[in-house]
């Protein structure tokens, strides 16, 4: 068994299911149920819709009432170690791509954990860890799919499953196919066999050995992307051989 990973129960997502008709962010209101109560690993906060809907550094995500899917999944790895927190990134974008791929056609990940389809993105995932000494110590994975909204004023780059395929999806039979693909990704990483969820994300990263144009703080390069660190880093090799990696936020996709 690698290094850093230990054996664990088995998990099951959505016992128990929380529905609720609107809430500034799921994130925020499964963060307060940890806070408050000892809340049971698993747990799915299901929102119809979000006032605050919460993005990457501080982004926003904005959502159709009542017509996407938003929720957050409670997670306990207290076997993990910080340094390996990307893990949990890797797994539920994994499960998120299988189910666009079951529902919709073939997708990509989008570094870090952005989901594309057709070249545009469906959904996002914002993963908040608390940590003890060196261990995660409790996860709240907040996700947002798009799903029957038909438009996204100001956003080009966005499309919904609904969009892509003409069909109608029946909101409450994606979530269950989303908890249960996610759980089928999580299994390795609880049962201490994560050898298999980073060769699964790489498969389906985005510009994965393909040359493309970024920019870093030294302005606009030609780099090609050929692997992710052990802690979520992205590693591009340049024209020139130079290898270098980077953190979120420190380089930006042309």
């Not at 809430?23 to 299901?46: C, F, H, K, M, P």
């Not at 550094?57 to 990307?86: C, H, M, V, Y």
């Not at 974008?93 to 666009?100: D, E, Q, Y």
Request: hydrophobic letters at 40%; a negative charge.
């Amino acid at each position: 068994m690698p290094a850093n990973f230990t054996n664990s129960k088995p998990l099951k997502l959505g016992e128990p299911l929380i529905k609720l008709e609107s809430v500034d962010s799921t994130n925020n209101y499964a963060t307060n149920l940890l806070r408050t109560e000892n809340a049971q690993e698993g747990t799915v906060i299901l929102a119809g819709y979000q006032t605050l809907g919460k993005g990457q550094a501080g982004n926003t995500w904005e959502s159709e009432k009542n017509r996407n899917l938003l929720f957050s999944i409670i997670l306990k790895p207290d076997f993990l170690k910080a340094e390996r927190q990307f893990y949990l990134s890797m797994c539920i974008s994994n499960g998120l791509a299988a189910l666009i791929e079951k529902t919709a056609g073939r997708s990509m990940i989008k570094w870090p954990n952005d989901i594309l389809l057709n070249g545009k993105k469906v959904a996002g995932i914002l993963i908040e860890n608390t940590i003890m000494k060196d261990m995660i110590h409790t996860t709240v994975a907040g996700i947002g799919l798009n799903v029957n909204q038909k438009s996204f004023e100001g956003l080009q780059e966005a499309v919904s499953l609904s969009v892509a395929t003409g069909r109608e999806y029946e909101l409450s039979d994606l979530l269950n196919d989303a908890l249960e693909l996610i759980s089928n990704e999580l299994e390795p990483l609880y049962m201490g066999n994560p050898g298999v969820i980073k060769t699964t994300y790489l498969n389906r990263l985005y510009r994965l050995n393909e040359w493309a144009r970024y920019t870093d703080d030294a302005g606009m390069f030609e780099g090609r992307i050929t692997d992710v660190g052990s802690s979520g880093e992205l590693i591009i090799a340049r024209h020139n051989g130079e290898i270098r990696q980077y953190g979120f936020k420190e380089i930006r996709f042309l």
